[in-house]
């Protein structure tokens, strides 16, 4: 076996014994089982922020020379953030370009991930519109926007709502 095989088969053990520590990250697995190299993963809005009640699926490529390269990460699920493209959802995070370590793993890539929902940063956007009213202050209308777009692209309707 490979050595990118063999780290990334002991990086899914970790996560699997260690779940329940990570309620955000709902799903972190392979998308293939005959393929180490392409991974999926859900990530949960956190409690007390706009993105709350909406899961994201993302995409996880990872390079033949990981864990020195970073994975490419994507949302597959349509968001609105400052610093995701709305309609690529190419992620811009220090992390997945020039901050990126060996020591990181696919594990604490997504929590960061996830932690970047309720920690924008606008003066780097992919989402000018959505980077606009943070910039301008205006909570209230971001958070607004936020909730709209988590309603329509990450909650799963009921069959009352439809």
């Not at 970047?116 to 000018?128: D, G, I, K, R, T």
Request: proline content about 8%; glycine content about 4%.
């Amino acid at each position: 076996m490979d050595p990118v095989s063999r780290r990334l088969l002991k990086e899914l053990n970790d996560y699997q014994r260690e779940a329940h520590n990570h309620p955000e990250i709902i799903e972190l697995t392979p998308a293939d089982d005959e393929d180490l190299t392409h991974w999926r993963a859900t990530i949960a809005g956190l409690d007390q922020t706009p993105f709350q009640g909406g899961l994201w699926n993302l995409d996880v490529k990872i390079p033949h020379n990981y864990p020195m390269q970073p994975p490419t990460v994507k949302f597959i699920t349509q968001i609105c953030h400052p610093n995701v493209h709305f309609k690529t959802g190419e992620i811009c995070l220090d992390l997945l370009k020039t901050a990126w370590s060996p020591a990181w793993t696919l594990k604490s890539t997504i929590l960061a991930i996830s932690l970047l929902l309720s920690n924008p940063e606008p003066s780097s956007p992919l989402n000018c519109d959505a980077a606009n009213l943070l910039r301008c202050g205006d909570l209230v209308g971001y958070e607004s926007m936020i909730r709209m777009y988590t309603q329509l692209f990450a909650m799963k309707m009921t069959e009352e709502d439809q």
